[in-house]
């Protein structure tokens, strides 16, 4: 068998396989298109959400530790009112 028959075939059964692999994907579908499509935006935005509060969190904690570390209840004020304000524009652009 020639080589352009063996590229032929595997061709042939890779088109027949997408095929059918897209008609099982849209008899099983779960939602229509527009529906999928807003239940992945609240998905992907509620994910951006919870990221950006375990940052917030994170930087608390550490923001924190280095209180305790320099024996400064103040030190890094301005950072960490910085960083809420950057948080709270960051949700409201993800909501």
Known sequence: MGFIA???KFTLGGITGAAAGAAVAILVAPDSGPELQRKLR???A???VAGLQAKADKEAEL???FRMEVGDP????DVEAQSAGERAQAIAAAT
Not at 74 to 77: F, G
């Open 6 to 8: 063996r590229t032929m």
């Open 42 to 44: 609240e998905r992907i």
């Open 46 to 48: 509620a994910a951006k």
């Open 63 to 65: 923001v924190q530790r």
């Open 74 to 77: 103040s030190a890094l004020q």
